[in-house]
C-alpha cells in the first residue's frame, strides 16, 4: 500500500506564493502520472495540474502561467509551486499518483488547505 502526505499548505495573503509537496510513502514503480486536484467548499474537486512519466505537464487555464508542477523522483516526491494567488485558489489541495499496475489505480493524498486571504 502507497501513502501520500502533502504538506505546504497555509494561508497567504492575494499575490503571494505557496509550494506543496507530496512526498509517497515508498518507490513507487511504473508510475502514470501525478497530479494535483482542488476542491473549494461547495463545488467538485477539479484538476489543477498534472505531470506525466515522461515529464509532460497539463494545467488548469485557471492557473496557467501561475502554477507549476514538478516531481522529483529519487525522493519520491510531487511539488506544486502557486504565485501570484487569488482569493479564487482557496481549496483543499489534493495530490493523485495513478500507478499502471496493467490497470490504472489512484492513490490520493489527505489534502492540505490553501487559503488566500487578506
Known amino acids: 500500500q502507497v501513502q501520500l502526505v502533502e504538506s505546504g499548505g497555509g494561508l497567504v495573503q492575494p499575490g503571494g506564493s505557496l509550494r506543496l509537496s507530496c512526498a509517497a510513502s515508498?518507490?513507487?514503480?511504473?508510475?502514470?502520472?501525478m497530479g494535483w486536484y482542488r476542491q473549494a467548499p461547495g463545488k467538485q474537486r477539479e484538476l489543477v495540474a498534472v505531470?506525466?512519466?515522461?515529464?509532460?505537464?497539463n494545467y488548469a487555464d485557471s492557473v496557467k502561467g501561475r502554477f507549476t508542477i514538478s516531481r522529483d523522483n529519487a525522493k519520491n516526491t510531487v511539488y506544486l509551486q502557486m504565485n501570484s494567488l487569488k482569493p479564487e485558489d482557496t481549496a483543499v489541495y489534493y495530490c493523485?499518483?495513478?500507478?499502471?499496475?496493467?490497470?490504472?489505480?489512484?492513490?490520493w493524498g489527505q489534502g492540505t488547505q490553501v487559503t488566500v486571504s487578506s
Open positions: 515508498r518507490s513507487i514503480f511504473s508510475v502514470y502520472a
Open positions: 505531470i506525466t512519466s515522461g515529464g509532460k505537464t
Open positions: 493523485k499518483y495513478q500507478v499502471d499496475l496493467g490497470y490504472l489505480k489512484d492513490y
